[in-house]
């Protein structure tokens, strides 16, 4: 089974602060991805990596940045935690090839002050 | 740029009924993917369609793959309060997209009532 893991479950920072939030998983996937998800817009697309070191933007990069320096881990950092940046994150991973499946981690529900 | 309609976009049901749900888009798709996300988790993958109007089942749920491409639909036949969540579908643009990146539809949240 294809296991993904957030460092945080529920997250609490004040507004200004830097945040790391850290997705790891187990399956070798080539590609991972960080979304947010709000009511009413469902799931947007931050950023995702396709390999080690690589990053591409996605729908909605702004006041984020990404790093990705071993194939299992893919941080996602708020430079300047600001309060519209409170969502719930989830992380997916996927792997190479003709299966577009991705596999989500728990997510990690932050809330800026 | 391409987008999914997912609906409804909620349902309150009583538990034994059958529930429909299904996606739609003005473009064609190559995959439909349909996740279920219980509350404060992240979303797991139930059903994966790969070819149109494939027909695939998994437990109670059967999820086909429109025969025009442009849609899918989620079925779930006698619901249990366990069935409770957000469903979403996502889908993979011809080409792969960007790098093979799905579009999600808003999700159906489902409410059961014993």
């Known amino acids: 089974d294809v296991k993904v893991t957030q460092s945080s479950r529920y997250l609490v920072k004040r507004t200004g602060e830097k945040v790391f939030l850290e997705c790891v998983q187990d399956m070798d996937h080539e590609n991972m991805f960080w979304y947010r998800q709000d009511p009413g817009l469902g799931l947007r697309l931050i950023y995702f990596?396709?390999?080690?070191?690589?990053?591409e933007k996605g729908d909605i990069p702004e006041g984020y940045s990404v790093s990705r320096e071993k194939k299992e881990r893919f941080s996602l950092i708020l430079e300047s935690a600001s309060t519209n940046q409170t969502s719930m994150y989830l992380c997916?991973?996927?792997?190479?090839?003709?299966?577009?499946?991705?596999?989500f981690g728990p997510g990690t529900r932050l809330t800026v002050t | 740029g391409q987008q999914l309609n997912q609906s409804p976009q909620s349902m309150f049901i009583q538990e034994g009924e059958d529930v429909s749900m299904n996606c739609t888009s003005s473009s064609i798709f190559n995959t439909w993917l349909w996740y279920k996300q219980d509350p404060g988790e992240g979303p797991v993958l139930l059903i994966a369609l790969y070819k149109a109007g494939e027909l695939t089942s998994n437990g109670r749920l059967t999820a086909q793959f429109g025969i025009t491409r442009k849609d899918s639909f989620l079925n779930i036949s006698a619901s249990i309060p366990s069935d409770v969540g957000i469903y979403f579908c996502?889908?993979?643009?011809?080409?792969?997209?960007?790098?093979?990146?799905?579009?999600f539809g808003k999700g159906t949240k489902l409410s059961v009532k014993p």
């Open positions: 996502a889908g993979l643009p011809p080409f792969g997209g960007s790098q093979g990146n799905l579009i």
């Open positions: 997916a991973s996927r792997g190479a090839g003709a299966s577009y499946e991705q596999y």
């Open positions: 990596s396709y390999d080690v070191k690589m990053k």
